[in-house]
């Protein structure tokens, strides 16, 4: 008896890893989600930074011509920042300046370089903050 609930549990056990790997694993998905494919991106940048109040930080950032990058910015909450993306030649790309610290920017890249995130502190107090982007 102890042997048949033994087999029974490691059998149990093997399906529920299976089951949960074909649900889990994209790849099997007959549906991706975009928050999925920049969730298995390849990651550009990716930090946590304190910025104090009325300042301003810039992030070099690698990208390559024909893919797409997801550039995401928390802060701790404490104050407002408001994100840009400028290229090489510091022509601005995108922006995502709403109130509050949490901001994102969906961009596709139409030439390899270094495009720059600029982050800047609108409040009276410092932020620390995390930013990151994702090729994908």
């Known amino acids: 008896m102890k042997k048949l609930f033994t087999r029974s ?15 889990a694993n994209p790849a099997q998905a007959s549906v991706v989600t975009s928050a999925t494919v920049k969730a298995l991106g390849r990651y550009l940048l990716s930090g946590t930074y304190h910025l104090n109040a009325g300042q301003v930080s810039w992030h070099k950032v690698p990208m390559r011509a024909g893919t797409s990058v997801y550039v995401r910015l928390s802060g701790d ?6 994100m840009y993306v400028v290229d090489a030649y510091d022509n601005p790309i995108e922006s995502s300046t709403s109130y509050g610290d949490d901001e ?7 030439e390899n370089g270094y ?14 903050y995390t930013v990151t982007a994702v090729e994908y």
């Open 115 to 128: 495009f720059w995130v600029k982050v800047v502190n609108r409040g009276d107090f410092y932020n620390d």
């Open 9 to 23: 549990l490691i059998a149990a056990t093997l399906l529920s890893l299976t089951l949960s790997f074909t649900f």
């Open 104 to 110: 994102a920017i969906d961009l596709d890249i139409y």
């Open 77 to 82: 909450g404490s104050t407002d920042l408001d």
